[in-house]
């Protein structure tokens, strides 16, 4: 028996979408554009600031997935990632351009760290960058999966952040 969404019929689902991969990449574009503008909402304040973030900080990285749209992106980025294994229409697809710009993103605000004194000059913003996403990805998939819980993975970012940002 198949699920349906109220409202929605498989016809126009189909009308719009020729293939799964197809609307799979159009969901998970719509996610990530929601995934940047919460990142956005939460680096506001901080950007203001200009210190050093603890991470009990709204401000301090999070692995996925950690509230319902978190989890609903790791997800469907997860099963993209999979199926593009195996499907050449979607391995053709640009999806994995979203952890790219995040590695910008991220790199861009620790070169900030950097520049205001808090992370190491020493440290390059753009291996950090991807160390931090791929720890943040692991993690995601780890809670996603049951091996742990949400805090543990907080833990485990933490860690590796005070770390990061620790100077002598």
């Known amino acids: 028996m198949e699920s349906r969404s109220p409202g929605v019929s498989v016809r ?7 293939t799964k991969a197809q609307l799979m990449l159009v969901a998970l574009r719509h996610l990530e554009q929601q995934s ?18 603890p991470l009990s900080s709204p401000c301090s990285p999070r ?18 990632a999979m199926l593009a294994m195996t ?5 053709a697809e640009s999806f994995a351009e979203g952890p790219q710009r995040l590695e910008v ?3 861009d605000l620790l070169r900030q760290a950097q520049t205001d004194g808090a992370l190491d000059a020493c440290a390059d913003p753009s291996v950090e960058s ?12 780890s809670v996603l999966v ?15 952040l005070e770390r990061l940002f620790c100077r002598t």
């Open 146 to 160: 049951g091996r742990r819980s949400p805090e543990s993975a907080m833990e485990a970012l933490g860690y590796h």
């Open 130 to 141: 991807v160390r931090l996403l791929a720890l943040s990805h692991g993690l995601g998939t």
């Open 105 to 107: 993103r991220l790199a």
């Open 87 to 91: 499907d050449p229409e979607l391995a």
């Open 36 to 53: 940047h503008e919460r990142w956005a909402a939460r680096l506001a304040p901080c950007r203001a600031r200009r210190h050093r973030v």
């Open 12 to 18: 126009l689902v189909q009308y719009y979408f020729e």
């Open 63 to 80: 692995p996925s997935p950690t509230d319902e749209a978190s989890r609903a992106f790791h997800v469907l980025w997860t099963s993209c």
